[in-house]
């Protein structure tokens, strides 16, 4: 089964930046929608970052002014720019396709309603 594939994590100090890549391949082409999720465990998966076709971007409050999705679409990859990285940035990050809009639900993306979930990449901040 087709997946996308993250990668660029690391480790950094608080402060820090990193940029994670996800390279898009088969069918997820066509999506329109891309997101950059992230999770601990014991919580959630919560979406960090969308960019759609159109290049139209949404944050989540917490990474807002400090994180930038963009996408090259002649490399088919989607990029998320991380800077002031935050101790509690620390998560393993995915990147995730959406076949319609970059809908939210109160101010928040659905999981379910993207695909193509890899391995992920894992960002860890030191204080």
């Known amino acids: 089964q087709e997946q996308l594939v993250a990668s660029g994590g690391g480790s950094v100090q608080s402060g820090g930046s990193l940029r994670l890549s996800c390279a898009v391949s088969?069918?997820?082409?066509?999506?329109?929608?891309m997101g950059w999720f992230r999770e601990v465990p014991g919580k959630g998966r919560e979406g960090v970052a969308t960019?759609?076709?159109?290049?139209?971007?949404q944050y989540a409050d917490s990474v807002k002014g400090r994180f930038t999705i963009s996408q090259d679409n002649s490399k088919n990859i989607v990029y998320l720019q991380m800077d002031s990285l935050k101790p509690d940035d620390t998560a393993m990050y995915y990147c995730?396709?959406?076949?319609?809009?970059?809908?939210?639900?109160?101010?928040?993306?659905?999981?379910?309603?993207?695909?193509?979930w890899g391995q992920g990449t894992q960002v860890t901040v030191s204080s």
């Open positions: 995730a396709a959406k076949f319609g809009v970059c809908s939210t639900y109160g101010g928040r993306w659905r999981p379910s309603d993207f695909a193509g």
């Open positions: 088969g069918n997820y082409y066509s999506a329109y929608c």
């Open positions: 960019i759609d076709s159109d290049s139209t971007t």
